[in-house]
């Protein structure tokens, strides 16, 4: 930092690269722009005082990760740990290791929000601001190239439904994102509103110590049981020299992944059937859980995220009778808790709201391109990562059927081939034409979770064929972006006039 920024002024400079966020994929785009562009220079900014994006923001109980380490790792530095579904503090640890290992700490400016990017055909160049966060000042910073990596959801806040009667509640509601610090929840009755990921991670984790915990769902979700310490991982481990092993692993898993999402989508009943067989079994035969009502979506198995429940704590939380479940809506809160529209009651001295997020597309900054302000919903995707009309920029956007890490770091070995090929050809300027006029359009994420739908209507649209379809498979990405050419006859480069 220099002077000119510790006071606040304004401080006009220019890199090559200017990544936004030190979240997974921030400091994934780090490392790789230090590998595959040793002679461009970057800068990250990151609103927040510290890196970690999802891992420093999320601090409610039992916060985890929902996909295994070994592919939400990094593919260049392998997930050494033996336990594969690891919490939020180790896997804070493991960013904070590999962004020092490789000094990308060194290139992250702290309290940095990107608030407008404007670009200049003639100049071939973005102009920044940023505000501090600290004194709300703005800056300035000049870029040829612009990375988003800033994830998905907007950390500003979660998606809070307006609850009615919730002025009458004597007791305390939370939203996972902002989890008080001082939230003493012990010998509590506790209720969590929700069935996704974060509503499952926090039933069993809150149950160690309240009263009782109630997950309040309106309707069920599909859940699997696994192990967090991989079997197969720990026996190549053994037998194979640590790298080998960890490297067959991850491509285990992938695969795994692949195969479970693609039997979901040609054989659903089949995978209804095992799935509910494990709950069966998880909850044991003497259980009195009614698996048909609390268990059982409506919806077919990864239409929406599989939610993972490690070592099926949340089904032993459920056996030992420190948890419930109730499936219904809620009419409304009442002085003591809860009233659902089958007449039922729930008494809670907390309930906490894990309703979900909500999306910012692009983290939220204004975009504009030669002076018109561009609006995401109006462009089409091209190739996962850049959008029609927008030049010099890719954002980065994870697998919804994978981990999050797999596509980001593809997204960051293409953007490096794009640029060392740019600088080969002399062309200064990338741009992602209009998509093929007659083309049909559809959704950017054909996913029929909460979050996505409410925010369709704000993401940009993605079209039949390739380079505009969104692929949902690793396989077929890493063959394309790896290998396929960075000139595919669509792209268009070219220098200032």
Known sequence: MTKQEAVGETVDER???????????????????????????????????????????????????????????????????????????????????????????RRIRFGRKVIRADWSTPKAQWTVQLQHVDDASVSTIRCGFLFMCSGYYDYAAGHQPDFPGLDRF??????????????????????????????????????EKAAHVTMLQRSPTWMASRPS????????????????????????????????????????DRVRALLLGGVRQALGPDTQVDIGTHFTPRYNPWEQRLCLVPDGD??????????????????????TGLRLASGATLDADIVVSATGLKLAMLGNVELHVDGVRVDPARTVNYKGLMYSGVPNLANTFGYTNASWTL?????????????????????????????????????????????FQRAAHLMPKQGTEAPWKLNQNYVSDLLAMRFGAVDDGVIQFSRPA
């Not at 295994?68 to 640890?93: E, N, Q, S």
């Not at 491509?251 to 979901?264: A, D």
Request: aromatic letters at 8%; proline letters at 6%.
């Open 229 to 268: 310490v991989d079997p197969v991982d720990m026996k190549l481990r053994r037998r194979l020299p640590l790298k080998l092993a960890l490297r067959l692993t991850r491509w285990k898993n992938v695969l795994m992944g692949m195969l479970v999402f693609n039997r979901c989508k040609k054989t659903p």
């Open 314 to 335: 949340l089904f032993r939380a459920l056996r030992d009778g420190r948890a419930s479940v109730v499936t219904d809506r809620i009419d409304g809160f009442t002085e």
């Open 407 to 451: 596509k980001a770091d593809l997204t960051a070995r293409y953007v490096c081939r794009l640029l060392n090929y740019m600088r080969k050809i002399g062309a200064p300027q990338c741009r992602a034409p209009e998509a093929a006029p007659g083309m049909a359009l559809k959704p950017w994420v054909d996913f029929s979770s909460g979050y």
């Open 15 to 105: 890199v090559d690269v200017l990544v936004v966020g030190a979240g997974i994929s921030g400091i994934g785009a780090g490392y790789h722009l230090q590998k595959y562009c040793p002679d461009r220079s970057y800068a990250i900014v990151e609103a927040r005082q510290d890196l970690g994006g999802t891992w420093d923001l999320f601090r409610y109980p039992g916060v985890r990760s929902d996909s295994d380490m070994h592919t939400l790792g990094y593919g260049f530095r392998p997930w050494t740990d033996p336990k594969a579904i690891a919490d939020g503090p180790r896997i804070l640890a493991y960013l904070r290791e590999t962004a020092h290992e490789h000094g990308i700490d």
């Open 170 to 207: 004597g007791g305390r509601l939370v939203h996972p994102q902002q989890w008080p610090e001082d939230l003493d929840y012990a010998g509590k009755k506790v209720v969590v509103i929700g069935s996704g990921a974060t509503a499952v991670t926090l039933v069993p984790a809150l149950a």
